[in-house]
């Protein structure tokens, strides 16, 4: 049974891969490439929800097989749930721009009032319009400075405070076991296999 991937961040896609090759390792896992499909999905939607099934909707009719998408993003509570669905493309085309800007926001911010969320809505869709949707979220803090290279976006900046390092100082393993991605992908995992167990490959 095949599974296409639908996302062209290379950062999202190998921890998917990672991922979902141990909770279902029964399925072929495609990529958007691997499928022929080069189109970017515009995300208008009003949340991570939306945004989701907007992408797994169109990826599913273009390839014509079972995809698993997702919108995921950082909510800084001094900044009122800021970037939120906004994450990716509020401040620049590169991370670093980003978290620049996010540095540069918080800056009078105290320790104590830079909390902050990693969400992320995972949406599985058949052809024939089938869905299962999980949600997984982690909570930290933002720090001062990034640090770390083991990741993408905003991991060098979201501090652990019961550990003392961001997220991009872990290591695959361990990012993967408790970020958002990982727990909303254990999450839609048994789903996904109840979805595909009707479709023939």
């Given at each position: ?36 499909i080069n189109q970017d999905v515009e995300e208008t939607g009003e949340t991570f929800e939306e945004n ?150």
């Amino acid at each position: 049974m095949k599974l296409l991937i639908a996302t062209n961040n290379q950062g999202k896609l190998k921890e998917y891969q990672q991922i979902l090759r141990e909770l279902l390792p029964d399925l072929t896992l495609l990529t958007l490439r691997e499928a022929g499909i080069n189109q970017d999905v515009e995300e208008t939607g009003e949340t991570f929800e939306e945004n989701a099934r907007l992408k797994a909707v169109e990826y599913a009719a273009l390839s014509g097989l079972p995809v698993i998408a997702d919108d995921s993003g950082l909510a800084v509570e001094a900044l009122g749930g800021f970037p939120g669905v906004h994450s990716a493309r509020w401040a620049g085309p590169t991370d670093a721009e980003r978290n620049r800007e996010i540095l540069a926001k918080l800056e009078n911010v105290p320790e104590a009032e830079r909390g902050a969320k990693f969400v992320c809505v995972a949406l599985c869709r058949t052809p024939d319009g089938r869905e299962a949707m999980a949600y997984g979220e982690v909570l930290g803090r933002i720090g001062y400075e990034p640090r770390g290279s083991n990741g993408f976006g905003y991991d060098p900046l979201f501090v652990f405070p019961e550990r003392g390092t961001t997220m991009a100082e872990l290591s695959s393993d361990e990012k993967n076991a408790i970020s958002h991605r990982g727990r909303a992908a254990r999450l839609l995992a048994p789903e996904v296999a109840r979805l595909l167990g009707g479709i023939e490959s």
